[in-house]
């Protein structure tokens, strides 16, 4: 059975972006960015470690640094309580 998005949000899984900053195979010297978006369960993000080692083994470009940001897309509803009343005709 396949799996849908939404019920990987419900089991905790969360929008996940990383910003990959690797060394170009013929310019060691210069730095290429690559932006990778998945849901991810944080903080141990299996599936961005996942990638991070195909990366180092089919990829050429050495890994420099990669840059993580993590967000709940679904989440419980915010109730605030207002103090005052508006009526209308």
Do not use: C
Not at 40 to 57: C, I, S, V
Request: a negative charge.
């Amino acid at each position: 059975m396949k799996t849908t998005d939404f019920s990987l949000q419900l089991a905790g899984y969360r929008l996940t972006t990383a910003e990959i900053l690797y060394h170009m195979p013929d310019h060691p010297g210069l730095l290429q960015s690559f932006v990778w978006q998945h849901l991810d369960l944080a903080p141990r993000f299996p599936e961005l470690n996942k990638f991070l080692d195909f990366w180092t083994r089919e990829i050429e470009g050495t890994l420099h640094s990669v840059r993580i940001a993590s967000v709940g897309l679904v989440g419980p509803a915010e109730l605030r309580l207002v103090d005052g009343e508006f009526r209308l005709h």
